[in-house]
Nanobody, 127 residues
């Protein structure tokens, strides 16, 4: 059983930055992603990447709304996936979830059909 634990959320002003971390309990290969869900809205894919192999580590996907502002990365040694969020906007306010076991393809990475999920970490951006 894979366990995912997110951390790094908090409250910032618009234009600020946060870095979310997702620690996983076991070696993971395949697609890992970050999703977010605001109150009253569906869960949406934010970013995803292939982990567990050198070639796959260069393949990543981003939602149009965060391209150029967010960066997903991994540290395989510490079994951690990060989401660096810069130039934050109030509309980025949401609960952010880490997920593993998805399918890293352009037509599917953003679907919330991953096998494992963390509990989430809250991000609040004030104007």
């Amino acid at each position: 059983q894979v366990q995912l634990v997110e951390s790094g959320g908090g409250s910032v002003q618009a234009g600020g930055s946060l870095r979310l971390s997702c620690g996983h309990s076991a070696y993971i290969s395949g697609c890992m992603g970050w999703f977010r869900q605001a109150p009253g809205k569906e869960r949406e894919g934010v970013a995803a990447m292939l982990v567990g192999n050198d070639l796959g580590a260069r393949i990543s996907y981003y939602a149009d709304s965060v391209k150029g502002r967010f960066t997903i990365s991994q540290d395989s040694a510490s079994k951690t996936v990060y989401l660096l969020m810069n130039s934050l906007k109030p509309e980025d306010t949401a609960m952010y979830f880490c997920a593993a076991g998805g399918l890293c393809r352009g037509d599917s990475w953003y679907r919330p059909s991953y096998d494992y999920w963390g509990q989430g970490t809250q991000v609040t951006v004030s104007s």
